[in-house]
């Protein structure tokens, strides 16, 4: 076996092979999904926020011409103003998006991620993160025989042992939950909801979507301060709501994303989304010539077997109260509604949760939900 050789990312031939090798290495994988090349191609380049506070480099394996694993390399600064005790903070650097064909490959590429990480002075390796706790955080590992949901990562059972065979440990589980949504909710859930539906202080309504900018502006407030003290929480930057709205909006459907107010004020949300995945299974990664065509007619009336929920919060000072447990049942049973009736649903995703929100925890299983998939990220000190 040839040694691989790692060499940075240099130029567009090297970009374009970076984009398109996990199409090699998922070739007899049938759960993996191909994401739109030119998402990712946009999330590498400047049209993304995240470079606006961020600094990376992305680099490729070589053995001989064969390109054969890659990896990205990136410091973000607003994560190293955060706490340390939270996950992130001072000295603490990320590398993500690694594909490898042999161990021997992925310990050369996580090298060169260290020593570039080093080379900026951080003492940390916070990983996998593809590009940030707000994209596709952690390595899977657990649920290799079912596919990822939409904004999902998937990755084969070797890179675990990979990634701690190169000195890497636990730092913390992300876990999705999944259940069947056709069934009603346990007698206790359904009390909790109509209790909420008498109290006159509560409302609970759909977003306007001819309002969608102010709506987007409001959800990620509330995500902001619900999620401050949160392990890995680093704040969503304007120009950064503005982005994911403008990405999100055409998966947006104004019955599977609730508002919860209290007294007339904002103070919870629940984002749900269609599984895109699902429609971009069968593109390959390409909308054009027919694929734009596919996806356009799936947008319009969307059928699909999963509803993921990827955001769910109320502000700081509701929570671990019992208000806010009532809110989220609430939005939970009206979305779920929604998503049989109108979208032909029958199974709902909850995640990722932190596997020590105690909170988030008890209402998944308080919803008789269960851990289908877990991600890991891991951490070694530099």
Same mark, same amino acid.
């Given at each position: 076996?040839?040694?691989?050789?790692?060499?940075?990312?240099?130029?567009?031939?090297?970009?374009?092979a970076?984009?398109?090798?996990?199409?090699r290495?998922?070739?007899?994988?049938?759960?993996?999904v191909?994401p739109?090349?030119q998402?990712v191609a946009?999330l590498l380049?400047?049209k993304?926020?995240?470079?606006?506070?961020?600094?990376?480099?992305?680099f490729?394996?070589?053995? %001989?011409?064969r390109?054969t #694993?890659?990896?990205? *390399?990136?410091?973000d600064?607003? +994560?190293? =103003?955060?706490? /340390?005790?939270?996950?992130?903070?001072p %000295?603490?650097?990320?590398w #993500?998006?690694?594909? *490898?064909?042999?161990a021997?490959? +992925?310990? =050369?590429?996580i /090298?060169a991620a260290e020593?570039w990480l080093?080379?900026?002075?951080?003492t940390?390796?916070l *990983?996998?993160l593809?590009l940030s706790?707000?994209?596709?955080?952690g390595?899977?590992t657990?649920?290799?025989d079912?596919s990822p949901?939409?904004?999902?990562?998937?990755a084969?059972?070797?890179?675990?042992g990979?990634?701690?065979?190169a000195?890497?440990?636990?730092?913390?589980?992300?876990?999705?939950?999944?259940?069947d949504?056709?069934?009603?909710?346990?007698?206790l859930?359904?009390?909790?909801?109509a209790?909420?539906?008498?109290?006159?202080r509560?409302?609970?309504?759909?977003v306007?979507?001819?309002?969608?900018e102010?709506?987007?502006?409001?959800?990620?407030?509330?995500?902001?301060?619900?999620?401050?003290d949160?392990?890995g929480?680093?704040?969503?930057t304007?120009a950064?709501?503005a982005y994911?709205?403008?990405?999100l909006k055409p998966?947006v459907?104004?019955d599977l994303?609730m508002?919860a107010?209290y007294d007339g004020r904002p103070?919870a949300?629940?984002i749900t989304?269609?599984d895109l995945?699902?429609?971009?299974k069968?593109?390959?990664g390409?909308l054009?010539?027919?694929g734009?065509?596919?996806?356009?007619?799936?947008?319009?009336a969307p059928k699909?077997?999963t509803?993921?929920v990827?955001l769910?919060g109320?502000?700081k000072?509701?929570q671990?109260?019992?208000?806010a447990?009532?809110?989220?049942f609430?939005m939970i049973?009206?979305i779920r509604r929604a998503?049989?009736t109108?979208y032909?649903?029958t199974r709902?995703?909850?995640?990722w949760i932190?596997?020590?929100n105690?909170?988030?925890?008890?209402?998944?299983?308080?919803?008789?939900?269960r851990?289908?998939?877990?991600?890991?990220?891991?951490e070694?000190?530099?």
């Amino acid at each position: 076996m040839t040694a691989a050789t790692v060499t940075a990312v240099a130029s567009a031939a090297d970009r374009k092979a970076f984009i398109e090798l996990p199409w090699r290495i998922y070739a007899d994988d049938p759960h993996w999904v191909p994401p739109l090349r030119q998402d990712v191609a946009e999330l590498l380049g400047p049209k993304n926020p995240f470079w606006q506070h961020a600094e990376g480099q992305l680099f490729l394996a070589r053995a %001989g011409a064969r390109v054969t #694993g890659r990896i990205s *390399a990136h410091i973000d600064r607003l +994560a190293l =103003a955060q706490p /340390a005790d939270q996950g992130m903070g001072p %000295g603490t650097g990320n590398w #993500g998006m690694l594909e *490898a064909e042999d161990a021997a490959t +992925a310990h =050369a590429l996580i /090298a060169a991620a260290e020593d570039w990480l080093r080379g900026r002075g951080m003492t940390r390796a916070l *990983a996998p993160l593809s590009l940030s706790v707000w994209d596709e955080p952690g390595l899977l590992t657990e649920g290799f025989d079912l596919s990822p949901t939409v904004m999902m990562g998937h990755a084969r059972p070797a890179t675990a042992g990979w990634v701690a065979g190169a000195g890497y440990v636990p730092a913390k589980t992300l876990k999705c939950w999944e259940l069947d949504i056709t069934q009603d909710f346990p007698p206790l859930v359904r009390r909790i909801v109509a209790s909420g539906e008498k109290n006159p202080r509560i409302s609970v309504r759909k977003v306007d979507k001819r309002r969608f900018e102010e709506e987007a502006a409001l959800i990620m407030g509330i995500l902001n301060d619900a999620w401050s003290d949160n392990w890995g929480f680093v704040p969503l930057t304007e120009a950064e709501i503005a982005y994911v709205g403008k990405k999100l909006k055409p998966i947006v459907f104004e019955d599977l994303i609730m508002i919860a107010e209290y007294d007339g004020r904002p103070v919870a949300f629940m984002i749900t989304l269609p599984d895109l995945n699902e429609a971009l299974k069968s593109l390959d990664g390409r909308l054009f010539p027919f694929g734009f065509l596919k996806l356009l007619a799936f947008l319009r009336a969307p059928k699909v077997r999963t509803m993921r929920v990827p955001l769910m919060g109320v502000v700081k000072e509701l929570q671990s109260s019992r208000l806010a447990s009532q809110l989220a049942f609430m939005m939970i049973e009206y979305i779920r509604r929604a998503s049989v009736t109108r979208y032909g649903a029958t199974r709902g995703e909850i995640g990722w949760i932190l596997d020590d929100n105690q909170g988030m925890v008890a209402i998944a299983e308080t919803i008789e939900s269960r851990v289908d998939k877990v991600y890991t990220i891991y951490e070694k000190p530099l």
